[in-house]
DNA sequence: CGATAATATATCGTGTGCGATTTAATATGT
DNA sequence: ACATATTAAATCGCACACGATATATTATCG
């Protein structure tokens, strides 16, 4: 790479990053408009499918999000009836999110969308997970990172 | 892949593009900051240095955003004093977005950028050109599917 | 030439996303 | 026990991002 050719565009590889998350969003959207969900509600569906009853802090772990984008999103799928937030006895600072019957009945319905999906991408399943986990392994270099200068302290509260 | 797995988050290659998207663009933000933009106002100050004057319709292109993204954007990045903003003399409906002389001046800042960001990646140049070829070819697959199937007529407005 | 279609951008409403801060609850240290 | 620190969510302000629609301009067709 010369250094002439570091700001391309088209030589950037967080520009392909940014652009494939948009295109992979956007083959979404009319599969999920089945379910009446946004990708990020389906993703917080996804986790809940798995493990049902976590708290948002968990939620958010997993799906690498703040409690910011997450509360207003769980109080949408509150009103849309497919969880239920109640705060833990045990701890009564932690909000904890239960699929509804509506909420599981969505799973049935959601079985439709890695197939369409998969379609989309013109490619077959191995050469996806190939490249998942080689994008994962590039994804958690970068969270490293920045955990690291915050720990350092050279942004943040110090 | 199991069918009973295709809904496990961790095997979804749609959400390792959409988290590491979300991870690259958290490690540009302390970079940017010195240049005063967000990713996206870099991504439009990219397509600018390559070829200064372009529409909206071909920034829009190039970095596969709509119209309604980019109109507020460029706004900004004009009263941030770093683009101009005038109507096309030969049509009229088109918008000539140009740099100025402060935006001009920002490419020299931006130069530290490309190699900051290598050094989050925890990998070489040219494993993240490999990793970028494949993912913009699966890129370029949902979006030609889009298409496709927006010519066909299956969503819009037929 | 004038009605109609197509094109380019802008506007509007909704839903993410994040950093910074706030609020409330629990843990810790003396 | 009680002041202090830490933790977990929520709130706030700002900036994307898109679909749907509106507006203005240009192109096309009879």
Redesign the pocket.
């Known amino acids: 790479m010369d250094a002439n050719d570091a700001l391309k565009l088209e030589s950037q590889f967080c520009f392909a990053v940014?652009s494939a998350a948009?295109a992979v969003?956007?083959a979404y959207?009319p599969l999920l408009e089945a379910l009446g969900l946004?990708?990020?509600?389906y993703?917080v569906m996804l986790v809940l499918w798995e493990a049902d009853g976590q708290?948002?802090?968990?939620i958010?772990e997993r799906l690498?999000?703040?409690?910011?984008?997450?509360?207003?999103?769980?109080?949408?799928l509150e009103a849309m009836g497919f969880a239920e937030?109640r705060r833990?006895p045990?701890?009564?600072?932690?909000?904890?999110v239960s699929l509804t019957a509506a909420g599981w009945a969505l799973q049935e319905k959601a079985m439709a969308i890695p197939p369409g999906i998969l379609a989309c991408s013109g490619r077959t399943a191995p050469e996806l997970t190939n490249l998942r986990e080689a994008l994962v392994e590039v994804r958690d270099s970068f969270a490293a990172a920045r955990a690291e200068s915050r720990r350092i302290g050279e942004?943040?509260?110090g």
């Open positions: 940014y948009h969003m956007r959207r946004t990708y990020p509600q993703l708290t948002v802090g968990g958010a690498m999000l703040e409690s910011s984008t997450l509360t207003p999103l769980l109080k949408r937030r833990n045990e701890n009564e600072r932690q909000l904890i942004v943040g509260e």
